[in-house]
């Protein structure tokens, strides 16, 4: 009976267990046990904590006025050093700051739009208060700006990562002189001609293009309507001689190789006539570069799978020839390094235009732009990522903006290098140039515009120099620094100027009385404002331009053919007005339209000829005023003239001044011209800037 109970008993699995067995299977039980008791005691835990959490803010709403929240401190002032620029740094879109400002006092008031939407501009209104006493700033507050260092360091994300494709076609890359296959006698390209969607295969033509002229690293091929002998002289051979001796060593030792996207062992140029005629007609374009040229997975018409550029077929040879295709490889190096390294994003726009610019050799194709920008600063956006959709597309303000700051970042390059580090550097953009200089945009933005204004500013003159010296002119254009609106806040309480996203209005803010003043300044200003002050140094050799339309009542015969513009001029004692230069202004107004003319002073008549169908200067002489010398200029423009000038919108006029101790001092101004057709003369349409 017990054998048979106990054979029973070793049957059951636990009994079966040796003893360390059964250890083990006791000890996980107990595990188990504990882990759910620590689980409850947690939950129970949380459930304490969320009601201690509501019973506390139940209290809190209840006792809301024993509640104490933390101010925004501003810091210590600390002691100003007005010969510097001041920083004031706003806490609020209306902030007020004192000013202590005396007779012959001047300051310049920086004015930075930070905001990023190109089509947008802002309005800034500034009022003044006399005051009894120092004010102190509310909203803001002081502080001087420290100078960008000249050392802008390299940065280690800069580097282009490398690929299989790049080293791919690094290898098909052609070194000058050497033996290749003859390229092909016709090609087929694809090139978008009309107003449409740019996604829209249908707005492409398909051009049949055929051989004209190769050499060991460039194939020129001509569209396919029009004849070789419709050529300017001799503009192939230029093509093929620049390309070969200039252009293409220069970019790609500065920017980098430019790949051989097709494996057709050459450059590829078309020429053709439909780039005087995009956009369904209404455009006429020079050349351009299509980046998808050099994607391949981009399919046709929106690429032509080739390392190429287009040129308008009405060039003619050069020095712009030279500045021109400069510019249009400058896109083409970016276009390859970004397709073939990734691939990565294309440049924005505003940054591919700028470099392409800075790689110009000559003015041809960038001194009526930056003449353009200069003359109205706060119209035209620097940041524009894509100028079609903005609506900015060949503005040449904004081209010119982009030219002088990317020619700015590169002077501050200790190393020479920013071209190829730009070129080589993956990110695009703002954040590209943040890493590019080792400088917060906003930063970079207010030192860039402090720069600028010291150019306008006449403190420093060109000493032992020449009007005609290249301080003065860039290319054809007499450039004087970017324009200064005047403000006199004592006799003019409110002012107010419209500045567009990331660009920069300039105040000249001037004292007419002869007794110190205290004034409060403020500002109704908008979210993303930046403000500078420039305390100027006094100097007896400050000139200003202002111009009046002639609105006389007395009947003239040839007031129907023509406007008659009063210049005065006001520059120091023992000066003389060398020269007066004249421009048509506006932002689409091509190099050719501006017209710039020149008058020598010294030959001009004192009064104007009968000949109301030419435009003629006369001076009616020079008087002293206010310990200062004011010359009078009588100008006729033709109202023919103004017929065809349908894209301008005024006269910018430039004075270069020369001085007693031989230094030359320069100033400009606009002219609104009036609206077409006119009937009659507005009775004033002058804007008075200051430099």
């Known amino acids: 009976m017990w054998t048979h109970e106990s054979a029973n008993l070793c049957s059951l699995?636990?009994?079966?267990?040796?003893?360390?067995?059964?250890?083990?299977l006791f000890f996980n039980k107990l595990t188990v046990i504990l882990?759910?008791?620590?689980?409850?005691?947690?939950?129970?835990t949380i459930q304490n904590s969320r009601t201690d959490l509501h019973q506390q803010l139940k209290a809190s709403r209840s006792s809301a006025d024993e509640m104490t929240t933390l101010k925004p401190v501003m810091p210590d002032a600390l002691p100003l050093d007005w010969s510097q620029p001041v920083n004031i740094i706003t806490s609020s879109r209306n902030p007020g700051f004192p000013l202590s400002i005396a007779a012959d006092d001047e300051?310049?008031?920086i004015i930075n739009n930070l905001e990023r939407a190109p089509q947008q501009s802002k309005t800034i209104v500034l009022s003044a208060e006399l005051n009894n006493s120092t004010q102190s700033p509310t909203g803001c507050y002081f502080q001087n700006t420290t100078a960008v260092a000249l050392a802008a360091h390299a940065n280690n994300q800069s580097a282009m990562p490398q690929s299989a494709d790049l080293h791919r076609h690094q290898t098909s890359a052609i070194p000058p002189d050497s033996e290749s296959e003859p390229a092909e006698s016709e090609r087929d390209f694809f090139l978008f001609v009309t107003d449409g969607n740019l996604s829209d295969k249908n707005q492409y033509t398909r051009i049949k293009g055929r051989l004209l002229q190769q050499s060991s690293r460039v194939a020129v091929y001509l569209d396919d309507q029009q004849r070789t002998e419709e050529l300017a002289t001799g503009l192939v051979a230029e093509i093929i001689e620049i390309m070969e001796h200039h252009v293409?060593?220069?970019i790609t030792s500065r920017c980098g190789p430019i790949w051989d996207i097709d494996d057709s062992e050459r450059f590829t140029i078309l020429l053709s006539p439909w780039l005087s005629k995009l956009q369904g007609g209404k455009t006429s374009i020079n050349g351009f570069v299509r980046p998808s040229d050099f994607r391949e997975t981009v399919p046709e018409p929106f690429s032509n799978h080739c390392d190429m550029l287009y040129l308008n077929s009405t060039l003619k040879p050069g020095q712009e020839l030279l500045d021109l295709l400069s510019h249009e490889v400058t896109h083409a190096a970016i276009a390859s390094i970004r397709g073939i390294a990734g691939p990565l994003t294309d440049e924005e726009d505003w940054l591919n235009e700028g470099i392409a610019h800075i790689m110009e050799p000559g003015f041809t194709n960038r001194d009526y732009r930056i003449s353009e920008f200069y003359r109205s600063p706060e119209s035209y956006p620097l940041v524009v990522p894509d100028y079609y959709r903005a609506q900015l597309w060949r503005n040449h303000g904004c081209r010119g903006a982009v030219n002088l700051f990317l020619d700015w970042c590169n002077q501050i390059e200790p190393a020479h290098s920013f071209p190829y580090?730009?070129?080589?550097?993956?990110?695009?953009?703002?954040?590209?140039?943040?890493?590019?200089?080792?400088?917060r945009f906003s930063e970079l933005f207010r030192q860039w515009s402090l720069h600028l204004v010291r150019q306008s500013l006449n403190a420093a003159p060109l000493k032992q120099s020449t009007p005609h010296q290249p301080e003065m002119y860039c290319g054809n254009f007499l450039v004087v620094g970017p324009a200064l609106r005047d403000w006199h806040p004592e006799r003019d309480r409110q002012t107010s100027l419209k500045v567009s996203s990331t660009a920069s209005g300039f105040l000249h803010l001037k004292s007419d009385s002869q007794h110190p003043r205290n004034l409060t300044i403020k500002v109704n200003g908008f979210r993303k404002i930046q403000l500078t002050l420039l305390k100027i140094p006094k100097s007896k050799d400050r000139l200003s331009l202002t111009t009046i339309a002639d609105v006389s009542a007395t009947p003239k015969p040839?007031?129907?053919?023509?406007?008659?513009v009063t210049l005065s001029c006001t520059h120091p004692l023992h000066s003389t007005v060398e020269t007066i230069s004249l421009e048509y202004g506006g932002a689409y107004?091509?190099?050719?339209?501006?017209?710039?003319?020149?008058?020598?002073?010294?030959?001009?008549?004192?009064?104007?000829?009968s000949q109301a169908g030419t435009l003629e200067m006369a001076c009616s002489g020079t008087q002293q005023s206010n310990g200062a010398q004011v010359t009078d200029f009588l100008v006729r423009i033709p109202r023919s003239a103004l017929r065809k000038q349908t894209e301008s919108t005024c006269l910018?006029?430039?004075?270069?001044?020369?001085?007693?101790?031989?230094?030359?001092?320069?100033?400009?101004?606009?002219f609104k011209l009036p609206q077409q057709p006119v009937h009659r003369l507005a009775e004033s349409a002058s804007q008075s800037t200051t430099k």
């Open 107 to 109: 300051y310049v008031l």
């Open 589 to 609: 107004l091509s190099r050719a339209e501006r017209q710039p003319r020149t008058f020598q002073t010294s030959l001009l008549k004192p009064t104007l000829t």
């Open 652 to 670: 910018t006029f430039k004075a270069i001044v020369k001085t007693d101790q031989q230094t030359w001092l320069a100033t400009q101004c606009d």
């Open 421 to 439: 580090r730009f070129t080589h550097h993956p990110l695009t953009g703002v954040k590209k140039i943040e890493q590019l200089t080792s400088h």
């Open 248 to 250: 293409l060593d220069q």
């Open 558 to 564: 040839l007031r129907p053919e023509s406007v008659e």
């Open 13 to 24: 699995p636990f009994l079966s267990l040796s003893p360390r067995m059964l250890y083990r």
């Open 35 to 44: 882990i759910s008791m620590a689980m409850l005691l947690i939950g129970l």
